[in-house]
């Protein structure tokens, strides 16, 4: 399951959305490449008890190869892992998963704040936080903490967020957001972030 030893420093993009979020986060998949020089963490809030077949619909879609986070699995470039239901996802500083279960509601599940701020503390400035259409503010905390050590956080723009609580409460945090964008201008955008990383060169 491990394969090859992964790189020790490359981009890790986490993608994190609620309302809406299969369909934006679908898009990016379907036009990233499959030799993507990073590792990509989807997030999208789901009710635990319920059986989720989101590896499979990415799976289909997406270029890259997708599979369901097991505890303690590397990230790797070029791979999607997607957070299961009833479970949060914590990133080691060995760029490996750590999943923990879920409590009762709230807070919002998986929860893309304790993503983030795990992300911004084991990877540091290779660390990329998407930020996509949903309710609440989950993922502004985490966001910001990525941006305060040294990463790049995205935000979708209202006109092409479904609903665009979780953007806006990130934008809202001062100067924590590098770039909001359109959805259909999030694939370029990460293109672009990956491949001028010093960490994918």
């Not at 060995?94 to 084991?122: H, I, K, M, Y």
């Not at 967020?161 to 201008?185: G, K």
Request: net charge negative; glycine share 8%.
């Amino acid at each position: 399951m491990d394969g090859p030893t992964p790189p020790s420093r490359f981009p890790v993009v986490g993608l994190a959305g609620s309302v809406g979020g299969l369909r934006a986060i679908t898009a990016v998949l379907e036009a990233l490449p499959e030799d993507l020089p990073a590792a990509v963490v989807v997030l999208i809030h789901q009710e635990p008890e319920r059986e989720s077949q989101l590896t499979e619909i990415l799976a289909r879609r997406s270029r890259m190869p997708v599979t369901t986070a097991q505890d303690g699995a590397p990230l790797r470039p070029g791979h999607v892992l997607v957070i299961p239901p009833g479970r949060h996802l914590l990133v080691t500083p060995e760029r490996r998963t750590a999943l923990v279960v879920s409590g009762v509601f709230p807070p919002n599940r998986p929860s893309a704040d304790l993503l983030f701020a795990t992300l911004a503390t084991a990877v540091g400035p290779d660390a990329i936080a998407v930020v996509l259409t949903g309710h609440g503010h989950d993922g502004a905390t985490g966001a910001t903490a990525v941006h305060v050590l040294g990463g790049t956080v995205v935000a979708t723009d209202e006109a092409t967020s479904e609903v665009f609580a979780m953007p806006e409460a990130t934008i809202d945090r001062d100067h924590a957001v590098d770039h909001v964008v359109a959805d259909t201008d999030l694939p370029a955008l990460l293109e672009r972030l990956v491949e001028e990383h010093p960490a994918a060169s």
